[in-house]
């Protein structure tokens, strides 16, 4: 090391410094891009969406063997919380128990599922016409969220959509 007039060392320090703040550097971007890699790594190359492999993992059911989803609902109690209560009160217990009846044909609700996408993930999962079940789930919404008085003729209207609910799922199309 070269010492200057005043007898300190000047040169070879900073050159020091530099070198070693390169390589901290260059470590630092390898363990980012690595890191990226991992987490982003399918989506990169195949043009598809980035997300997180860990969330994306868990986000699809898989139903044994490409079959479908065989769902019945339990007509006698449905009607029975139908026709108790007032109609507002009745219609919320009607859709809770055709919730009941999808999960124990395996199609729970998700916590964070709206009533919406899961009318959407039972009428594609049982392959039924999603008429009926789509305006029950409206009922519902109305019955669970609304603040205006709900009559009979809401009731009796859910009434006639359950009954079309039944039929669609006697009648369910064989998807392939």
Same mark, same amino acid.
């Given at each position: 090391?070269?010492?200057?007039?005043?007898?300190?060392?000047?040169?070879?320090?900073?050159?020091?410094?530099?070198?070693?703040? #390169?390589?901290?550097?260059?470590?630092?971007?390898?363990?980012? #891009?690595?890191?990226? +890699?991992?987490?982003?790594? %399918?989506?990169?190359? *195949?043009?598809?969406?980035?997300?997180? !492999? !860990?969330?994306?993992?868990?986000?699809?059911?898989? +139903?044994?063997?490409?079959?479908? +989803?065989?769902? =019945?609902?339990? @007509?006698?109690?449905?009607? =029975?919380?139908?026709?108790? #209560?007032?109609?507002?009160?009745? @219609?919320?217990?009607?859709?809770?128990?055709?919730?009941?009846?999808?999960? &124990? &044909?395996?199609?729970?609700?998700?916590?964070?599922? *709206?009533?919406?996408?899961?009318?959407?993930?039972?009428?594609?999962?049982?392959? @039924?016409?999603?008429? %009926?079940?789509?305006?029950?789930?409206? +009922?519902?919404?109305?019955?669970?969220?609304? !603040?205006?008085?709900?009559?009979?003729?809401?009731?009796?209207?859910?009434?006639?959509?359950?009954? #079309?609910?039944?039929?669609?799922?006697?009648?369910?199309?064989?998807?392939?």
């Amino acid at each position: 090391m070269q010492s200057d007039d005043d007898g300190g060392y000047v040169a070879s320090y900073g050159l020091l410094f530099d070198v070693m703040a #390169g390589v901290v550097i260059a470590v630092l971007a390898v363990a980012a #891009g690595a890191f990226a +890699l991992r987490e982003l790594g %399918p989506g990169l190359w *195949t043009g598809g969406p980035l997300r997180l !492999r !860990r969330r994306r993992e868990k986000i699809f059911e898989v +139903l044994d063997d490409g079959s479908q +989803l065989r769902m =019945a609902v339990d @007509i006698d109690t449905a009607r =029975a919380v139908l026709s108790s #209560g007032s109609p507002r009160n009745a @219609i919320v217990a009607c859709w809770m128990q055709l919730e009941r009846d999808a999960a &124990a &044909a395996g199609l729970a609700r998700f916590e964070a599922e *709206t009533s919406s996408e899961y009318v959407e993930r039972v009428v594609v999962a049982s392959s @039924i016409s999603s008429g %009926p079940i789509t305006e029950l789930a409206g +009922l519902y919404r109305e019955a669970r969220f609304s !603040r205006h008085e709900l009559t009979d003729a809401h009731r009796a209207r859910a009434a006639e959509v359950l009954g #079309g609910v039944v039929v669609a799922l006697d009648q369910r199309s064989v998807v392939s």
